[in-house]
T-cell receptor, first 107, second 113 residues
Framework: RKEVEQDPGPFNVPEGATVAFNCTYS??????FFWYRQDCRKEPKLLMS???SGNEDGRFTAQLNRASQYISLLIRDSKLSDSATYLC????????FGAGTTVTVRA | SQTIHQWPATLVQPVGSPLSLECTVEGTSNPNLYWYRQAAGRGLQLLFY??????ISSEVPQNLSASRPQDRQFILSSKKLLLSDSGFYLC????????????FGEGSRLTVL
């Protein structure tokens, strides 16, 4: 089993829609979790950290489910500019990246 | 403010040729430094990380090597490239501790022909 797994998508959604996707991890001792955003042929950049209690940053909501060992990202009111690949990062003694979930928002 | 520079941005090399990718960080001291590779449609694979000058840890056996000759300089090298070395190489830095945010360079796209 891979350390971190993501549905690769792509998720094709119209502007204004809500899209959500998960990331599962194998190590129950993992301590920190992040979502990164990567635009096509660019470097990843931190989107948001994921806190145990869940957290929001504008239209983005991240949640952690320790019992089922997954984190989620929900994007509300999708914009064209949200089109990107979203990478989850799980930290135990090292950082492990998922392969990414591609989201395409269409007009 | 901290910045990270990585070059060259694009590289096309023949099989068997050498490789040198360079990365420098400015605006911070004693950063943790990383080299990642991202193959098409796959996640980031950690190749090397360094917690200090001359200290290099390798995550996977491969055709590549890394060096850290100065505190804020990280170099990825190969003596003889293989076709399988093609990919998108990313340098990154973080402050101490595995839980910190990673800051990536703009990446180097290597095509081995």
């Amino acid at each position: 089993r891979k350390e971190v797994e993501q549905d690769p998508g792509p998720f094709n959604v119209p502007e204004g829609a809500t899209v959500a996707f998960n990331c599962t991890y194998s190590n129950s001792a993992s301590q920190s979790f992040f979502w990164y955003r990567q635009d096509c042929r660019k470097e990843p950049k931190l989107l948001m950290s994921v806190y145990s209690s869940g957290n929001e940053d504008g239209r983005f909501t991240a949640q952690l489910n320790r019992a089922s060992q997954y984190i989620s990202l929900l994007i509300r009111d999708s914009k064209l500019s949200d089109s990107a690949t979203y990478l989850c990062v799980v930290v135990d003694y090292k950082l492990s990246f998922g392969a990414g979930t591609t989201v395409t928002v269409r007009a | 403010s901290q910045t990270i520079h990585q070059w060259p941005a694009t590289l096309v090399q023949p099989v068997g040729s050498p490789l040198s990718l360079e990365c420098t960080v400015e605006g911070t001291s004693n950063p943790n430094l990383y080299w990642y590779r991202q193959a098409a449609g796959r996640g980031l694979q950690l190749l090397f990380y360094s917690v200090g000058i001359g200290q290099i840890s390798s995550e996977v056996p491969q055709n590549l090597s890394a060096s850290r000759p100065q505190d804020r300089q990280f170099i990825l090298s190969s003596k003889k490239l293989l076709l399988s070395d093609s990919g998108f190489y990313l340098c990154a830095w973080s402050l101490g501790g595995a839980g910190g945010e990673l800051f990536f360079g703009e990446g180097s796209r290597l095509t081995v022909l």
